[in-house]
């Protein structure tokens, strides 16, 4: 086939490759030695040594320059049977073969006479497919001769790009042939902080935890930032396999990254020159991550994905003991078939792996045997339909890319049985390693080739909003939840004044001057409604309402235990309004909210318009507009739970972490960090269940009494009362 082809083909629309490090070969000569062996490494078993019996045709690519890389590999015809055919096995010998009358046509055959041919149905419907398996390489970094090369695979066969990816590696391809190897992968880190970075836009996670009915045993999400919806609790039983994100500031923007398999793929590039292209800039970020002084957390340690389940060096199976559990799990599209979702031959290759997967699943078991003493390996029971048929012995092997499993097997069918061709069709290459999840009495997981240990990690919040406490100038009481004034009953006491707001120093004033600066511009118009409910039965301290923005805030403030400079975190100053917060998230919801204010009396809750006071009868009609408004309103743009409790302030947290960090974990301020991190972040966790964000306040500095200075005056929202 000319050389031209390779100009003329058209990528798929998403470009999946193995990226790897380029060793020991030029890029020409590496080219040369693959084109070399791809008619091997495409058309024949590795097992057996035996030609693919479906492959009907290969046309190797002669190595070939376009843009700085060198491309070399194959196109190759395969040929099947559609999966929809009933398949009947043979008979185990020729006893087993039913006797049968001739009938007249038989007769005539016995008597010499030509009958036509009666074909097989399965050779009369054939299907054909034409696969792709690409080799590019190029030098390494410009400037840098000690830079290692660039090297990529990519087919539209996963098990081919498998094989491909083996060879190169490790230079083996089953028992017939072996070479030296070409590549190496990259460090799992460096693709993490790459690939991983931006707007996490698809996850797939893996279940590390036994099967109960109240989780799945795998998730595939898609969202605007999965990030910010990995629950800290209930997902840190879960491992992240795969993950799409988005970086404006990236080039390609769109990446995903297959974790274990180190398999990235990004936008369509239709032909090999934008193919170069893309390769390019992509290996230049790769090479351009700078482990050591990456500070910031990237990678899995990330928010959101620092919580998962993390998985430790392969070789942590060896110290597995006494399995006592497994559970063969069907493969979901964990990452994006090679395969163009346009091409029709393609999608019926799918179909048919689809096919494959319901016809097991629906009534075939792989069920745990039992433990070998003294190692990791164990027993499974295959059957199907209540019919047994293989006992396989497995032992977990250590190699460099995860944990392999060794298998014998002991068949109690035919070899040619088809419940039994349809498991080893499922198995096949590395499929029982992908699918099959163990338990160990040691504490350790093995999921797809990956061993974890599956423990608590502490939950860490970081949805603080530390800001200045003041009012019009002037420090915040933070014991002082709400303005008092003298008791008539008795002088020596202070009782509430929900009048004063505005006029004292307490976390009510705070919260009628400072919290409408944290929501975001009004770009509809419209006013800002300002509501406070305190009081028994309460909705929420203040209810902040932007109908034309569709805005609604709802804070719950909480005075300070103690405003000691030198005061530490305590987590009980946080669990009423916390409990407050929680059990009031049903006023999320516009009608609901309508209601309960319907059934306030009159002049409650107390009302502000752009921080001036509404009373009297226009009180009384503007209630009447909100609450209206509020029954209109199913969805919001923007819903905030906010908590103020200033009595943990940044100076404390701040301490805390930095003894965490310093691994002094017997601490009693790590201790209450951890204690309050966790009650917090169910809290967020909550929140975020009604579609709603989550804040807590507290004081960016140490209190003190402050002098108003002119631009602060002018912040300070006007609180002149509106007459009736």
């Avoid at 006893?95 to 009958?115: K, N, Q, T």
Wanted: hydrophobic letters at 40%; aromatic letters at 6%.
């Amino acid at each position: 086939m000319a050389e031209s082809l390779l100009n003329v083909i058209d990528l798929n629309p998403s470009v999946a490759i193995f990226p790897l490090q380029l060793i020991a070969f030029e890029p020409l000569a590496m080219a040369e030695y693959l084109h070399a062996r791809i008619e091997t490494l495409v058309g024949i078993e590795p097992k057996s040594g035996d030609f693919r019996k479906n492959v009907i045709k290969i046309e190797s690519l002669p190595p070939q320059t376009i843009d700085g890389w060198v491309y070399t590999g194959a196109v190759y015809l395969l040929e099947a049977a559609p999966s929809w055919l009933a398949r009947k096995p043979p008979p185990k010998s020729m006893d087993d073969a039913p006797e049968m009358e001739p009938d007249d046509d038989d007769a005539d055959d016995l008597a010499g006479e030509p009958d036509e041919e009666i074909e097989d149905p399965k050779d009369l419907f054939r299907q054909q497919i034409w696969h792709l398996a690409l080799i590019g390489a190029s030098a390494g970094r410009p400037g840098d001769p000690q830079a290692p090369g660039r090297l990529i695979i990519h087919a539209t066969q996963d098990t081919v790009a498998t094989r491909l990816r083996e060879f190169v590696t490790a230079g083996r391809f089953g028992q017939i042939l072996s070479g030296d190897p070409c590549g190496v992968p990259f460090d799992d880190r460096v693709l993490q902080a790459h690939c991983l970075n931006g707007e996490a836009r698809q996850a797939a996670l893996w279940g590390l935890h036994r099967a109960i009915k109240s989780k799945p045993d795998r998730k595939s999400l898609m969202g605007l930032d999965l990030k910010e919806a990995m629950d800290p609790f209930s997902d840190q039983t879960y491992r992240l396999t795969s993950a799409v994100s988005i970086d404006k500031k990236r080039t390609p923007q769109f990446l995903g990254l297959s974790l274990k398999r180190q398999r990235v793929w990004s936008q369509k590039g239709r032909k090999i020159a934008e193919l170069s292209t893309l390769l390019t800039k992509l290996f230049n970020d790769l090479e351009a991550v700078d482990l050591v002084a990456n500070v910031e957390p990237a990678g899995l340690d990330q928010a959101g994905y620092r919580d998962l389940a993390k998985t430790s060096d392969p070789t942590a199976i060896l110290a597995a003991a006494n399995a006592f559990e497994a559970a063969f799990r069907p493969l979901s599209n964990l990452d994006p078939l090679p395969e163009a979702a346009d091409d029709e031959e393609a999608a019926k290759e799918g179909e048919m792996k689809a096919e494959k997967e319901l016809a097991w699943f629906a009534d075939g078991q792989v069920t745990f045997g039992a433990a070998i003493p003294g190692s990791a390996g164990f027993t499974l029971e295959v059957s199907r339909k209540t019919v047994r048929l293989a006992t396989l012995t497995v032992t977990p092997i250590v190699e460099v890319d995860g944990v392999a499993l060794s298998v014998s097997s002991t068949f109690h069918v035919h070899p040619t049985n088809p419940d039994l061709e349809l498991f080893e069709a499922l198995i096949e290459g590395d499929g029982l390693s992908r699918r099959l999840a163990v338990w160990y009495d040691t504490g350790h997981v093995l999921v797809d080739r990956q061993v974890s240990l599956l423990e608590y990690r502490d939950v860490r919040f970081d949805a603080w909003k530390w800001r200045p406490m003041t009012v019009r100038g002037l420090a915040v009481e933070l014991t002082q939840e709400k303005p008092t004034k003298p008791s008539q009953k008795d002088a020596n006491k202070k009782v509430p004044d929900l009048e004063a707001i505005g006029q004292q120093q307490s976390l009510f004033d705070y919260c009628l001057e400072d919290l409408p600066r944290l929501i975001p511009p009004r770009t509809g118009g419209g006013p800002l409604w300002a509501m406070c409910d305190d009081g028994s039965g309460e909705i929420a301290d203040f209810i902040f309402y932007a109908p034309v923005d569709r805005r609604l805030w709802l804070v719950h403030a909480k005075g300070a235990d103690s405003d000691a400079a030198g005061r530490q975190i305590s987590v009980a100053a946080f669990e009423q309004v916390v409990s407050q917060a929680r059990k009031n998230l049903r006023f999320f919801d516009g009608p609901i909210l309508a209601r309960e204010l319907d059934e306030r009396g009159a002049e409650k809750p107390l009302l502000w318009r752009d921080g001036i006071r509404i009373t009297g009868n226009d009180h009384i009609q503007a209630r009447d507009e909100i609450c209206q408004q509020l029954r209109d309103t199913h969805f919001f743009e923007d819903r905030q739970l906010v908590v103020l409790q200033p009595h943990v302030s940044k100076a404390s947290w701040d301490q805390a972490r930095r003894l965490l960090s310093a691994g002094q974990d017997s601490h009693q301020s790590v201790k209450l960090y951890r204690l309050l991190s966790a009650l917090l972040a169910d809290l967020q966790m909550s929140a975020q269940k009604v579609d709603a964000g989550f804040m807590a306040i507290g004081p960016e500095t140490a209190p003190g009494p402050a002098v108003p200075s002119p631009a602060a005056a002018a912040m300070a929202p006007p609180q002149a009362a509106v007459p009736a």
